[in-house]
């Protein structure tokens, strides 16, 4: 399991986005934010604008 304990939001993301890269469900993770409009933290790799990005194309 990570532990993160820095309290800066881009660093969470970003420490986050690393965590998914290496995750053996990412695909499926963020195929359920997006289909279940998950609006908060990071899903298989993609932040909150990536899905809204996504969502909105």
């Known amino acids: 399991m990570h532990h993160l304990t820095c309290t ?3 660093t969470i993301k ?5 965590v998914c890269s ?14 279940t409009r998950q609006e908060f933290g990071v899903w ?9 990005s996504r969502r909105i194309r």
């Open 8 to 10: 800066d939001t881009l």
């Open 14 to 18: 970003t420490y986050s986005c690393r």
């Open 22 to 35: 290496e995750c053996q469900v990412r695909e499926k993770c963020a195929d359920f934010a997006l289909s």
């Open 44 to 52: 298989g790799g993609l932040t909150e604008s990536d899905r809204e």
